[in-house]
């Protein structure tokens, strides 16, 4: 079986893990002897356990690369080696060092056995005609099943973003908690430190008087006032609105 041996440069000295894999982060190359076809990779746990992973699914042949599958179904593992090509001491840089090496082989398949042009991306990935086919018969059949349909259905409609409506025991439950609050010490101590702003009264065009006014906003919608002109003459600053005037 092929060993993490190989080093485009010196090999530094890094330490390892509790059982003995190099801990080692950076990126590397699998490259086929025969024909020099390589993949480029990037890790950000162990080299050497990123290299054991490709080779367990290269295996059981359910490697994401088809064309590093086929290789490696048409030559065998013994053609492979595993190449560090360069060592990279923060996590955050590996993304940018894993596109310049792909930048310098990306070929479309010719000699790269990479996918796509982005590190660390699947844009731009062309699947096959029968894979589309098979995904598409795979998401009909759930679709016909009408419990999964209600699950994905209510799934979309109750995401977090978006707040779920309340049913009518939620809404009285709310109320009634609200009326107690008000009800108790607290709430007569949160009303008294904060007294809700009053406004002086007005008298309608049938002469009924409304002597003091707590809620002016709600008290236009009942009487299809406009705010702003009610508050103009509610505090002198306008004779009438609709026919009502100030007290």
């Given at each position: 079986?092929?060993?993490?041996?190989?080093?485009?440069?010196?090999?530094?000295?890094?330490?390892?893990?509790?059982?003995?894999?190099?801990?080692?982060?950076g990126?590397?190359?699998?490259?086929?002897?025969?024909?020099?076809?390589?993949?480029?990779?990037?890790?950000?746990?162990?080299?050497?356990?990123?290299?054991?992973?490709h080779?367990?699914?290269?295996?059981l042949?359910?490697?994401?690369n088809?064309?590093?599958?086929?290789?490696w179904?048409?030559?065998?593992?013994?053609?492979f080696?595993?190449?560090?090509?360069?060592e990279?001491?923060?996590?955050?840089?590996?993304?940018?060092?894993?596109?310049?090496?792909?930048?310098?082989?990306?070929?479309?398949?010719?000699?790269?056995?990479?996918?796509?042009?982005?590190?660390?991306?699947v844009l731009?990935?062309?699947?096959?005609?029968s894979?589309k086919?098979?995904?598409?018969?795979?998401?009909?059949?759930?679709?016909?099943?009408?419990?999964?349909?209600?699950?994905?259905?209510?799934?979309l409609?109750?995401r977090?973003?978006?707040?779920?409506?309340?049913g009518?025991?939620?809404?009285?439950?709310?109320?009634?908690?609200?009326?107690?609050?008000?009800?108790?010490?607290?709430?007569k101590?949160?009303?008294?430190?904060?007294?809700?702003?009053?406004?002086?009264?007005?008298?309608?065009?049938?002469?009924?008087?409304?002597?003091?006014?707590?809620?002016?906003n709600?008290?236009?919608?009942?009487?299809?006032?406009?705010?702003?002109?009610?508050?103009?003459v509610c505090?002198?600053?306008?004779?009438?609105?609709?026919?009502?005037?100030?007290?």
């Amino acid at each position: 079986m092929p060993r993490l041996s190989l080093y485009r440069f010196p090999r530094p000295k890094s330490a390892r893990d509790k059982r003995g894999s190099i801990f080692m982060i950076g990126i590397y190359e699998i490259r086929n002897k025969l024909d020099g076809k390589i993949y480029i990779g990037s890790t950000t746990k162990s080299l050497e356990k990123r290299w054991k992973d490709h080779q367990k699914f290269l295996r059981l042949k359910q490697h994401r690369n088809r064309f590093l599958q086929h290789a490696w179904n048409k030559y065998g593992s013994e053609v492979f080696e595993f190449v560090v090509l360069e060592e990279i001491q923060s996590p955050q840089d590996i993304l940018n060092r894993e596109q310049y090496w792909i930048d310098q082989y990306f070929d479309n398949g010719i000699n790269c056995y990479n996918l796509v042009p982005t590190a660390g991306s699947v844009l731009g990935l062309k699947w096959k005609k029968s894979s589309k086919n098979a995904k598409s018969d795979q998401t009909k059949i759930l679709w016909e099943n009408q419990e999964i349909r209600e699950k994905i259905t209510n799934g979309l409609k109750n995401r977090k973003y978006k707040k779920a409506p309340l049913g009518n025991q939620e809404k009285e439950r709310l109320a009634n908690q609200g009326r107690e609050f008000w009800k108790s010490e607290n709430g007569k101590a949160v009303a008294y430190k904060f007294p809700c702003k009053s406004h002086p009264g007005l008298v309608s065009p049938e002469g009924k008087i409304f002597e003091t006014i707590i809620n002016l906003n709600k008290f236009c919608k009942e009487h299809l006032l406009t705010y702003q002109a009610a508050w103009n003459v509610c505090h002198g600053k306008a004779k009438s609105h609709k026919g009502w005037k100030s007290i």
